[in-house]
């Protein structure tokens, strides 16, 4: 139902079915429409077990999760998924997790270390050398200053990682340890707006379409976002750096034959060779590859 509700709201919101946001509406309601999603349902219902396995819909602990995945390439939504039912009783809700508040989400979530991927490309895109090894200890503290953004400036900070660890780490076995003291120091070295506006060229957004703004803790994860946005942006990468506009709809067929088609927009908005670099940096999370741990 999450998934039908985000296409529906697509809909509603594609001037090509009609002028205003009434007509649309007067469209979906008698138009006899035949509408065609992205929707993989292997994918979706892969999702859909890992959700509820990982926690119950009634689970006591009311914590939420939520899957939205993207065919990278097409802006292609192809799954979306969350641990509560349609409704509004225990373990039940109408709003969507996966999407931003105007596609009917909330106010998003932090996204956590996943955030470090845009620390990653800013300071490849700066001709920081990845190979480069430099301390990471399990606490660090860091002076304030501009951090490369001018003004405002920060004040001092504190930066621990997530266990009691560190060393000396080049980025690959920084990014598979997921090391918070290593990678504050390399959103300094590139500069934090360089990093937030990188995040932004990838398809990062607030999920109430509030400015971002820079802090210290960008790198860590601490802007709220939608799960869909999020996985979007990844996907810009795994496009080589062509960031496409997520879509669920593909065509939409009324009552009368009439067939109307959507389709992604796409545009290069980060260099191939960072892109694909980026990528390579983060395959050693994936196969765990660790170089001087």
Known sequence: PYYCDYAVRQVLDNPAFG????????????????????????????AQRAVFEAI????????????????????????????????????????????????????????????KIFTIASAIEQGINPYERFNGTSQMAYPGGDWGCGDPNFESFIGKNAHDYGGNYDMFTAAALSSNTWFLQRERDAGICNVVNMAQRAGV?????????????????????????LANAYATFANHGVYCNPRAVLSVVDRYG?????????????PRDVADATTAVLTNVVDGSINGR
């Open 19 to 46: 002028e205003t946001k009434e007509d649309r509406e007067k469209y979906i309601e008698t138009g006899g429409l035949t509408i065609k999603t992205a929707l993989d349902m292997t994918a979706q219902d892969a």
């Open 205 to 229: 957004k607030s999920a109430i379409d509030a400015k971002i703004d820079p802090t210290i803790t960008f790198t860590l994860g601490v802007t709220e976002v939608s799960p869909l946005t």
């Open 258 to 270: 009439k067939e109307t088609t959507t389709s992604s927009s796409c545009e290069q908005r980060i």
């Open 56 to 115: 119950p819909a009634a689970d006591e602990s009311g914590k939420a999760a939520a899957i939205a995945m993207v065919r990278p390439g097409t802006g292609e939504v192809i799954a979306m998924s969350q641990n509560r039912t349609w409704g509004d009783g225990v373990g039940q809700t109408t709003y969507n997790y996966s999407t931003d508040q105007a596609d009917g989400g909330t106010i998003g979530m932090q996204a956590g270390s996943t955030f």
